[in-house]
């Protein structure tokens, strides 16, 4: 919750069908927990560049792109706010475009 908040400033943070839900013009992700990790799904991940590897699960899917987290798992602070700043960049280009 804090590094998305860093990582862009504007975010909206609220819960939706009981998930907390990040937006900027658009969905960025939304968070699920599960006994073994914390599932951030981000709704447009397939067209946001992660060069670092932090997609870990859905990568299959032609739409959104998944990062397990894991207890104790040490996370990239400057790449996560990379992906939130790309992810951020997807949706006000495609609000644009709309």
């Not at 914390?38 to 997609?55: I, N, R």
């Amino acid at each position: 919750r804090q590094l998305i908040n860093a990582a862009d400033p504007e975010v909206v943070e609220e819960w939706k069908w009981n998930n907390p839900i990040w937006s900027h013009d658009g969905i960025i992700c939304t968070g699920e927990t599960y006994k073994a990790a914390v599932k951030l799904t981000f709704a447009k991940g397939a067209a946001v560049d992660d060069p670092t590897g932090l997609f870990t699960s859905s990568l299959e899917g032609n739409v959104r792109r998944a990062m397990d987290i894991r207890q104790g798992e040490a996370i990239d602070e400057a790449a996560f706010a990379a992906l939130i700043r790309a992810a951020v960049a997807v949706n006000t280009a495609a609000r644009k475009k709309g």
